[in-house]
């Protein structure tokens, strides 16, 4: 037991120290019957649909992906995009990324994006679930 908290210790401190948090293993999110499971990306590692997320958003207001690749392989550079050929994303020394997109219909907008480390190559789907602008409300004056 003692040997488990020690080798765990030092993936964090080494994370800590590194200036990058431990890698955990990857996580696949069940898919509701809300997602439309064919827009989903096939992670080609596991062959299963990757969903990374899903976000709420409002038509014409942007929305803000964030997400984090890491690798727990030494010394690997990572590469994020936005599939199939969308931008590349910066990866901050944590491994973070960020992707801002403003929905222009309600509905669900699939987002695909796909990181390596030229070797292997992971890709998932960010979902955002926009839902229409409520419009304001005009309160009258007092009515006489």
């Known amino acids: 037991m003692n040997r488990i908290a020690c080798v765990i210790a030092i993936c964090v401190v080494a ?3 590194f200036g990058q948090p431990p890698c ?9 019957s809300a ?19 899903v976000i709420r958003a409002i038509v014409g207001r942007p ?4 997400g984090r690749a890491c690798d727990q ?5 990572l590469t994020v995009w936005i599939l199939p050929d969308g931008p590349s994303l910066t990866l901050d020394p944590n491994g973070v990324y960020t992707h801002t997109i403003t929905p222009t219909s309600p509905g669900a907008t699939y987002v695909h994006v796909g990181a390596t480390d030229g070797i ?20 009258g004056g007092i009515v006489q």
């Open 15 to 17: 994370g800590l120290v």
């Open 24 to 32: 955990p293993d990857q996580v696949f999110l069940p898919l509701s």
């Open 35 to 53: 997602i439309d499971s064919s827009q989903i990306t096939v992670d080609p590692v596991s062959g299963n649909p990757l969903l990374l997320g």
């Open 63 to 66: 929305a803000r992906i964030v």
């Open 73 to 77: 392989d030494p010394n690997d550079t």
């Open 120 to 139: 292997a190559t992971r890709q998932g789907t960010w979902v955002i679930r926009a839902r229409a602008n409520n419009p304001p409300t005009l309160c």
